[in-house]
Each structure stands twice: as C-alpha cells, then as structure tokens.
C-alpha cells in the first residue's frame, strides 16, 4: 500500500496543501472546525509527515549538537543520560561529537555550529576561548555550556571550589591534618577547569584551619585509575605520608583504595579516602564522595539551550548546581 501523502490529507479534508502544512506545524489562522478536520483525516490516512519536508517547511535541522570530550568515562555518560532524558520528548534529534584531541575539539568548534547543520549546540566541560565564542554568536547559533564557562554564554556549572572545600573540611572535621590531593593535570590543554577549582577549594579549606600546604602531598597526572594508583603509591611512600586523600573524580579514588591495598593499609583505619562525582560504583564500593548533580547538569544545559533556541535571552544565563557530601565507609576519624 502506497503511504498517504500531504495531498491526500488536504483532499480528503476538503482542504489546500497550505492549510495542512499550518496545522502539522502548529501556525495560526486555521480555524478550530477546519484544524480537526485535517487532524481527523491524518488519523484516517495514518499520514506520517516526511522529516526532511518538515524540516524544510520549519527552515530549521531540528537538531541539536553536543560536543563533550571522552564521554565514555563515567561523569561524562551521566551527563548526557540528562541530555538524552531532557530532549526524549522533544522534536530535536541529536548529534554526538566526541573529542579526544584539541585538534578535534577546535575542528568541531569550527565546523559545527552552523545554522543549516544544528539550531543549537551544547559544549560539556569544555570551555570555548573568546575566539571560539565569537565565531558561535557570528553564526547565530544558540550555545549553551555545561560544566565550563565563558561570560558571553549561557551555562549550567558546578561550583567545584565549594566541593572542593566541602571534602576537605570533612577530612579536617574528622581530625586530619595531613591531607593529599590526587588529581588530572590542573592546567591541561584542553582547559579543563574542574580539578583546578577542587584544588583551590582544598587550599581555601586548609588555610581556614591553619593547616600548611604540602606541595608534596599534590600529586597530579592523566587521568585514570590506575595513573591515580601509581599516584597514590608515591604519597603512601612519603617520609610523612598524609593520613587522608582527596580525590578529583571517584574514578582516581578507586586508584587510592587499590594503592591502599596494594601497601597493607587499612581504610579508614590508617588512611581516609573521599572522591567526587557520586557515580554508581560509589556507593557499592561504600566509597565517601561529594555528589555533583551529573544527570541534572544535562537536563539544565537542555532546558537553557531550548529556551534559547525559542526565545533568545537577553544576556547569557547561568545555573548554579549545588553539591553535597554522601559520608560513607571510606573516611573515618583519626585515631592517634
């Protein structure tokens, strides 16, 4: 059986091509009886509107576009489950770009954000330079940034220099003063921002509790589980090793925990260890993290970028995302 086309729609209606085109995209001026006419008659005919025609008559892709790097780490995959989640329902389709190399990274930001290939892009944690934004407002391409930050776009963020602090004053609160910090390379070529913020939380949170830095007791390198393992063994060998680690990701905090038991030591006995992120293995391995709202992140990045793609704002927005602590097995007080 041949499929219904829009002319068979219109004829069976009583009514013009145009007049089914306007109630398929929602236009005004058709009247209520003449609207569930077509309606009726698209049900009869099981008529399926033609994606690319919808597209044309729309004058848009129906696409948004994400560029995230290396989303099959865990945090990453969270994020965009939230993105996925947010544009189900949606018309949008979307279009993954995954970055491991700035040379991608910088062809993406060239090349996508156009206006006959998206209608709007979404950046995850990879925070664009003045020049990369200005080619995306040129291009009149509504761009939303989640996990990163540039003051001209409109963005969900995590205030990682807060959970940053949050984790270490727990370390502190549970009479540690000999405190590690494990984490990716603070200053990376993909300018990434997150451990660096953790960072200067851990140093704000010392400071307030009179405690000195120990430039010994950073360690930082790739990410990964086990680059955070061989880390980990460095500070466990230290002269004076730290009594507890802060890790960057959970992912780094599973090195920790297997350095840990690599070396004989018990945890949380002898060594406290606290990671960030919450991801699901967190709570099976009883793992003390600060949870960043990862799958939320998602959702606001959409919810901001539809808003924007519908109605420009004015000025760039911002969401503040709250984190918080999720005390479990791996920290305990420190018995002298």
């Keep these: 059986m041949t499929p219904a086309t829009i002319r068979d729609v219109a004829k069976r209606a009583g009514v013009g091509v145009g007049t089914v085109s306007r109630v398929l995209n929602d236009r005004p001026f058709v009247s209520d009886a003449t609207h569930q006419k077509v309606l009726s008659a698209i049900e009869a005919l099981d008529y399926t509107p033609s994606p690319i025609a919808r597209r044309l008559s729309l004058r848009k892709t129906l696409t948004i576009a994400v560029i995230v790097p290396f989303f099959t780490r865990p945090s990453f995959v969270e994020r965009l489950r939230g993105v996925e989640f947010a544009l189900a329902d949606s018309e949008y389709d979307l279009v993954l770009f995954n970055v491991e190399t700035t040379d991608k990274r910088d062809a993406y930001f060239h090349d996508v954000p156009r206006r006959e290939r998206v209608d709007g892009l979404l950046i995850i944690s990879l925070s664009p330079r003045d020049a990369d934004v200005e080619r995306f407002l040129q291009a009149k391409v509504p761009t939303v940034l989640v996990d990163a930050r540039h003051p001209r776009l409109s963005r969900a963020v995590i205030d990682d220099v807060a959970g940053g602090r949050l984790a270490t004053q727990h370390l502190i609160e549970l009479g540690h003063r000999k405190i590690a910090y494990v984490s990716d390379f603070l200053e990376n070529p993909f300018n990434f921002v997150s451990s660096r913020d953790r960072h200067e939380g851990y140093r704000q949170a010392l400071t307030a509790a009179g405690i000195p830095f120990q430039p010994a007791y950073h360690q930082q390198g790739e990410h990964g589980r086990q680059q955070a393992r061989e880390m980990a063994h460095t500070l466990l060998a230290l002269p004076d090793p730290p009594t507890a680690i802060f890790a ?68 760039a927005q911002q969401v503040h995302l709250p984190t918080r602590l999720v005390a479990r097995r791996t920290t305990g007080r420190l018995v002298d």
């Excluded at 030591?265 to 600060?290: H, K, M, N």
């Excluded at 990862?294 to 519908?310: D, K, M, T």
């Design 248 to 315: 960057a990701s959970d992912t780094q905090a599973i090195g920790v925990l297997e350095a840990a038991q690599d070396a004989g030591i018990s945890v949380p006995e002898d060594l406290s260890v606290i990671g960030y992120d919450d991801i699901e293995i967190a709570e099976y391995l009883q793992l003390t993290t600060i949870r960043q709202p990862l799958f939320a992140s998602g959702v606001e990045g959409v919810e901001l970028l539809l808003e924007a793609i519908a109605n420009p704002p004015p000025t």
